[in-house]
Structure formats: structure tokens, C-alpha cells
């Protein structure tokens, strides 16, 4: 059974870098055949895809994020990371990584618990 954990501090300074990190346990980010998503929530509002890495390591952003935004793996760690630059309270949120097994739409069937990250100074 997949499981994803995502890691990070929870309090991140205006115009400062978010850096987290998703462990995946029962899956290999690699070998496995699905992509690996971030995907954030505001307080109060829905959830917001903010980029993929692929099973080749090649990464796509959501066009309203990219210019910010980095995702990249450790392989031997099994890990996927994201990095949020030039944060502002508005990226205030909780954010998820997940395993998306769609191939023409994204489905994801494995979430991890999601991590609490707040920008303020």
C-alpha cells in the first residue's frame, strides 16, 4: 500500500523559499509506472494543482505558479520536494503530495496527510 508524508516548517517568512518534502513508502517514484503531484488548499477555498513530476523526472507547473515554483526527487530517498519562491500570506495553505494515475485526466488515488504551512512574519 502507497503512502506519501509530507514534510517541512510550518511557518515561512514573506519572500522567503518554501522548501517541503513528500517521502513515499510502498511505491517507488521511479519505477512506479504514475506521476507525483503537489497540490496546496487556502484556508477557505479549494484545492489548487500546483505542479507533477513524471515517472522520466520531467516537471510541469500550473501556469499561475510556475515562475515559483520547482518540484524535483531524490531518488535514492525516495522523496519528491517542492520549492515555493518570493512566498506572501496568499500561498498560506495546506499542501498535499499525491500519486495521480491518470493518463488523460489527473486521478489521484494516494494523498498524504498534508502539511500545515503558514507565511507570516
Known amino acids: 500500500q502507497v503512502q506519501l508524508q509530507e514534510s517541512g516548517p510550518g511557518l515561512v517568512k514573506p519572500s522567503q523559499t518554501l522548501s517541503l518534502t513528500c517521502t513515499v513508502s510502498?511505491?517507488?517514484?521511479?519505477?512506479?509506472?504514475?506521476?507525483w503531484s503537489w497540490i496546496r488548499q487556502p484556508p477557505g477555498k479549494g484545492l489548487e494543482w500546483m505542479g507533477v513530476?513524471?515517472?522520466?523526472?520531467?516537471?510541469y507547473y500550473s501556469p499561475f505558479l510556475k515562475s515559483r515554483t520547482s518540484i524535483f526527487r531524490d531518488t535514492s530517498k525516495n522523496q519528491l520536494s517542492l520549492q515555493l519562491s518570493s512566498v506572501t500570506p496568499e500561498d498560506t495553505a495546506v499542501y498535499y503530495c499525491?500519486?495521480?494515475?491518470?493518463?488523460?485526466?489527473?486521478?489521484?488515488?494516494?494523498w498524504g496527510q498534508g502539511t500545515q504551512v503558514t507565511v507570516s512574519s
Open positions: 499525491a500519486r495521480d494515475i491518470g493518463t488523460v485526466v489527473a486521478i489521484f488515488d494516494a
Open positions: 510502498g511505491d517507488s517514484i521511479t519505477m512506479s509506472y504514475y506521476a
Open positions: 513530476m513524471s515517472k522520466d523526472g520531467s516537471a
